[in-house]
């Protein structure tokens, strides 16, 4: 029997807002219907992180949650970097992707180091923006869901996981690339690392972004999955239903 794909949920009650969690379980959810065996695993503050795990997901967080989360993940950054050593995946949303990155700053300027997965830095406390948006991902696919964010993001050379369909004049500070369209560029994507303000949850809304990490998944481990079954097809054609609706309204 081979070994189950090892889900692990990063501080699940400190990094749960907006249903962000939810994408961990459209993750477990395809692998299941693919007849993949998962093991879905919560890390709380306090334990101690597994030696091995296929997929961390960090959820996204209110600013209250800050210190106390980027002080446990400071505490256990021996480990995780180990596990990113190791080839694990990464998935990041809202303040859980900017914990990824270099730094975090509270919108009263106190710093917390990040994981240092990624180029970006984070300051919270920019210019809002609330309300339905869409893009295309690097694959040209059209992505779709909603953003509430109002945090400040820079970095060298970060490759955007979406590109939205808001120009540079938006008033959004959130954005971590402006593409050479003079479109603004959303989140992060990486070889193994995923990460995104978007929320739906997005990988419910999106879940050909769940598959790539699935197919990442796969791949490295020499496993080849067969065509979608039907549960994959309907939920597939029940998030195309839900994108075309936030098309119809923008």
């Not at 997929?55 to 970097?81: C, F, K, M, N």
């Not at 995923?194 to 990442?216: C, E, K, R, V």
Request: glycine share 12%; hydrophobic share 40%; with cysteine.
């Amino acid at each position: 029997m081979s070994t189950p794909v090892r889900i692990v949920r990063v501080l699940p009650e400190l990094l749960r807002l907006n249903g962000s969690l939810g994408n961990a379980e459209v993750l477990e959810a395809r692998l299941r219907w693919w007849g993949v065996a998962v093991s879905l695993h919560d890390l709380h503050a306090g334990e101690s992180p597994p030696d091995a795990a296929d997929i961390l997901v960090l959820g996204s967080g209110t600013s209250s949650a800050l210190e106390t989360a980027a002080a446990q993940l400071t505490l256990w950054s021996d480990q995780l970097r180990h596990l990113d050593d190791d080839g694990s995946l990464w998935c990041g949303f809202g303040l859980g992707g900017d914990l990824l990155g270099q730094e975090v700053v509270s919108a009263s300027g106190e710093q917390f180091a990040g994981l240092g997965l990624t180029p970006v830095s984070s300051r919270l406390g920019g210019h809002r923006f609330a309300g339905e948006v869409s893009g295309r991902d690097e694959q040209g696919r059209v992505i779709a869901g909603y953003l509430n964010d109002q945090t400040i993001r820079q970095g060298a050379d970060v490759s955007p996981l979406i590109r939205l369909d808001l120009d540079a004049h938006t008033a959004w500070s959130g954005h971590t690339a402006v593409n050479a369209e003079g479109t603004l560029g959303e989140g992060v994507g990486q070889e193994r690392l995923w990460a995104s303000a978007l929320s739906g949850p997005l990988f419910a809304l999106n879940p050909a972004l769940a598959d790539d990490i699935i197919y990442t998944w796969a791949r490295r481990h020499d496993r080849t999955l067969p065509e979608h079954t039907a549960s994959h097809r309907l939920a597939d054609s029940r998030a195309e239903k839900a994108r075309r609706n936030i098309l119809d309204r923008l």
